[in-house]
């Protein structure tokens, strides 16, 4: 493999911030050394961004492979190519204008880059022109190759969303443009920007909404005058590994269990509650700066989204922000349950440190809506290498230690004062005989 991407298996990078200076076919050519491919393939990477002055107006966070198919003299062969943790935002990145769409172009290589044209129709947005252009005459990659020079492969994507929405698509999105191939996955865009950051509310790509068996709801009936605690759980969920990854490395890591309780009500106009467990292996992504951390999760067309968010003046992060948007069962009067609460102060730690709670934990969304966590182990920000770093351990832990403490001290207490009863009387019953 003497290619510096050639088959690589690696994951989408970027740079946030200002366009690099080089020209889309001359990007980054000099980084002779600096094109290894992360080690996993499609996990979460970094994020694109396109500015105007302050304004953000175009997000991206994806992961993507590309397969050419090129003739030699004797034979087609074929090159895959991933992009490197070094690909940059292009000058030819813009926010466009009354006559001109916004259009977002990455470039890394010799003269590698892909462009993503989007224009806004009525109440949405879509990335109406997606263009891959890569070079013939790089031998690392196209051996033999009797075709010289840059090559353009365009293509309609078929990615659309809801204006203010974040078109989201775990799972593999395949594109075709003739002789390439380009496989996305672990897509999070959105252009034409109400805020600085990714919107709250999702729009998921076909793929995405395959019914799924893996979240499966149960549901337990309770009488409407019945308050809205949350049923008892029928099953603990298993613990599910978590990470969101940037340039910098390592900005979360998350081991727990999750299940959501919510209340609703049915078309009988009672009161039901439905549990879900989140399984051990959902999808997730991320994205991350200097002051929050998003954490994904994609329950088939569920989701839920953490945000952390930290206080440099103390020296605390916690978790801010939940947003859960899930399908209810059949019965319910409204199918589709989102809440968001962006008010919370949970799972709260020093900066440099992981917050931890064996005890289960109940986090209120709202009051029909909350999170069950169970044997939570967490940290955002910062990290010193890739592990969790010193435990904080929460105040239910410290009170389930606290309790055989003080029994294990009274039962102490208890043997002492039998103990000086029985030598006192002892004692006593000594001095009761005289010496003949």
Not at 64 to 70: N, W
Not at 141 to 149: H, I, M
Not at 268 to 293: A, F, I, Q
Request: glycine share 6%.
């Amino acid at each position: 493999m003497t290619g510096r991407w050639r088959r690589a298996k690696g994951a989408v990078g970027g740079r946030r911030g200002a366009p690099s200076l080089e020209s889309e076919e001359t990007a980054a050519s000099e980084n002779t050394n600096s094109g290894r491919a992360l080690s996993r393939f499609l996990q979460a990477s970094s994020t694109f961004e396109v500015k105007d002055g302050d304004k953000v107006c175009i997000l991206a966070n994806f992961s993507v492979e590309f397969t050419v198919d090129y003739e030699t003299k004797s034979q087609i062969q074929n090159a895959s190519i991933v992009f490197p943790d070094n690909a940059t935002v292009l000058n030819s990145s813009s926010c466009g204008g009354k006559e001109k769409d916004p259009v977002l172009a990455i470039g890394f290589g010799k003269g590698y880059s892909l462009s993503l044209d989007f224009e806004k129709t009525k109440g949405s947005y879509r990335i109406k022109t997606l263009t891959f252009r890569y070079n013939m005459s790089d031998s690392d990659f196209f051996p033999g190759s009797t075709v010289k020079g840059i090559q353009e492969a365009t293509s309609d994507p078929d990615m659309m969303a809801v204006l203010n929405t974040t078109y989201t698509c775990v799972h593999s999105h395949r594109i075709k443009f003739a002789n390439v191939t380009g496989l996305f996955q672990n897509v999070t865009i959105e252009a034409f920007l109400a805020s600085n950051t990714f919107s709250h509310n999702h729009t998921f790509c076909k793929e995405d909404q395959t019914p799924t068996t893996a979240a499966t709801p149960t549901t337990s009936h309770v009488p409407a005058t019945t308050s809205h605690a949350p049923p008892t759980p029928s099953k603990k969920p298993d613990k599910g590994q978590y990470n969101v990854t940037s340039q910098y490395g390592i900005c979360l890591l998350a081991s727990m269990g999750l299940q959501l309780n919510v209340t609703y009500g049915t078309k009988s106009k009672t009161k039901s509650d439905v549990l879900v467990n989140v399984p051990s292996n959902t999808p997730h992504t991320g994205t991350c700066d200097n002051t929050s951390v998003t954490l994904n999760l994609f329950l088939g067309s569920d989701s839920l989204t953490f945000h952390f968010v930290q206080n440099a003046s103390i020296e605390k992060y916690f978790l801010h922000g939940i947003d859960m948007n899930i399908t209810l069962p059949s019965e319910a009067e409204e199918m589709r349950f989102n809440v968001t609460n962006n008010s919370l102060s949970e799972l709260k730690a020093t900066v440099g440190r992981s917050f931890k709670c064996v005890a289960e934990e109940t986090i209120w969304v709202s009051d029909k809506a909350s999170i069950n966590v169970f044997d939570v182990q967490i940290q955002a920000f910062k990290f010193e290498g890739d592990k969790f770093g010193a435990v904080e351990e929460c105040q239910l832990d410290e009170n389930n230690m606290l309790i055989p403490i003080i029994v294990g001290a009274a039962l102490a207490g208890l043997v002492l004062i039998v103990l000086i009863a029985y030598l006192i009387g002892r004692k006593r019953s000594h001095a009761g005989y005289q010496t003949i």
